[in-house]
């Protein structure tokens, strides 16, 4: 059994009739009876009934015809994806993140691509979440570095690893004495958040018996991570936002809660064609 067999046979299926499959395949009639003849022999049972007016296929017929499409289609794919991978890519990849939380990570995974792809050029921009989520639904981007929670079911996405919450706060003014602490600790202190991250920190707290006393709600993590530093509240920030700390007088306190947690993920906007560069960024990716 070969290839051009498998299509032949898929052809008088479609076609219902060994005449007008010979005629679709510009061959002879007596060719094509003989490869469905050898095809049969090497199978060992009839794949077509003939009746005095049309061929009517079998159940191996049919078993075959549906094994037949997979693995054409396979081949298809495969010779697909062998000249995408001998051709040098080439374009721009236009990537949104947020920058508290993947500030670390970017710069890891786009020199690791470019390095096999030197033809590609990167555009990125940067912003909050709902930003980055907007650029993608516009299609100003085609891939997106954001964090849980959000409304993921317009979107594709790549869950990386999860990691936990911390407060950030001046040391001379919050917990001068201890660098680990339960959640009931910020009853009653001034808490700065990422709007985002709001639900998850009021339902910790809830947990714990108390209403937050939330002082101030905002959307970029660095300017929230600035005003705690200089002493106006608390910042709940993630665990990797501690990497932008710029002031001295800083102090990170690891909060126990295993379900005040967030976590970085790629996405991409559903049933969108993405370009050859984009599929080749996530299959690195993954």
Known sequence: MDIKQLKYFLAITEENSITKAAKKLHISQPPLSHQLKILEEEIGSKLFDRTTRNLEITEVGEFLKNRAIQILELMNETVKEIKQNQEELEGVLKIG??????????????????KNNPEVK????????YKILDLLNHGTI???FIRT????????CIYLSKEPMIALVDKNKYFQEVNEIDISFLEGLPLIIDKRFKKIIVNACYRKGFIPNILLIGEDSRTLMNLAQQ??????????SKNLIFRENSKVIKIKDEELETQVVVAWLRNKKLSSVAKHFLKFLK
């Not at 993140?97 to 470019?114: C, D, E, R, Y």
């Not at 990167?122 to 979440?129: A, D, M, P, R, V």
């Not at 002493?231 to 990797?240: C, D, L, R, Y």
């Open 97 to 114: 993140f947020v920058a508290s939380s993947t500030a670390a990570l970017v710069p890891k995974v786009i020199p690791g691509f470019s």
């Open 122 to 129: 990167f555009e990125l921009k940067e912003g909050s979440t």
């Open 142 to 144: 085609e891939i997106g």
């Open 149 to 156: 929670p959000f409304n993921s079911e317009e979107f594709d």
């Open 231 to 240: 002493g106006m509240g608390i910042a709940i920030v993630p665990e990797s």
